[in-house]
């Protein structure tokens, strides 16, 4: 069975940095492209940041352009999201998302909540 | 950056009801287009992929159409789980971006 679970949200002041992980299983995490997708308190999806299976390609939307950093490490079938600078409307619950070729986000995780208050 | 708009925001039907909503794309996707629900405190779920084919397990009464630029999802006759947030989604770049969502309430 395909899981991801994202883990490392909580509270952080304006400014400060977390790191988030998701881990992967049930399947051959080298082999796929992965994302990072938010989505704010009653709003709506926000892609934000690609990263290609050999981490060779790497995107990001404006919005965190400079201030995220999203890596890969396939040894240990983990994505992880380097967030500094953070702003009040990075608030957000933040997915991992599988990309299928051809398909779009087949599998997601659960979601990791980010609150960015003083 | 392609930008994705969904209408209409909102929507109210009975259960039986035929369902469409529109997504239209700010330039050309082909067919890169898909369709997911989203219901509250849950990760969004793949129904339609490549514009108009059915993810497998996904009820047939959801449908997809279109290409280019504009973009259909069909609900043929409303059931009350299908009540949720229903967003577009392009993916023929990699940077790819959802529409703004269509949230179905049922009477």
């Known amino acids: 069975e395909v899981q991801l679970v994202e883990s490392g949200g909580g509270l952080v002041q304006p400014g400060g940095s977390l790191r988030l992980s998701c881990a992967a299983s049930g399947f051959t995490f080298s082999s796929y492209d992965m994302n990072w997708v938010r989505q704010p308190p009653g709003k709506g999806l926000e892609w934000f940041s690609y990263i290609s299976r050999t981490s ?63 | 950056d392609i930008q994705m708009t969904q209408s209409p925001s909102t929507l109210s039907a009975s ?41 497998s397990g996904v009820p047939s009464r959801f449908s997809g159409s279109g290409s280019g630029t504009e973009f259909t999802l069909t609900i043929s006759s409303l059931q009350p789980d299908d009540s949720a947030t229903y967003y577009c989604q392009q993916y023929d770049t990699y940077s790819c971006t959802f529409g703004p969502g269509t949230k179905v309430d049922i009477k």
């Open chain 1, 56 to 118: 060779s390609g790497i995107y990001y939307a404006d919005s965190v352009k400079g201030r995220f950093t999203i890596s890969r490490d396939n040894a240990k079938n983990s994505l992880y999201l380097q967030m500094d600078s953070l702003r009040a409307e990075d608030t957000a619950v933040y997915y991992c998302a599988r990309h299928t070729y051809g398909v779009g986000f087949l599998y997601w995780g659960q979601g990791t909540l980010v609150t960015v208050s003083s």
């Open chain 2, 15 to 55: 259960v039986g009801d035929r369902v469409t909503i529109t997504c239209r794309a700010s330039q050309s996707i082909s067919s890169w287009l898909a369709w997911y629900q989203q219901k509250p405190g849950k990760a969004p779920k793949l129904l339609i992929y490549k514009a108009s084919s059915l993810e």
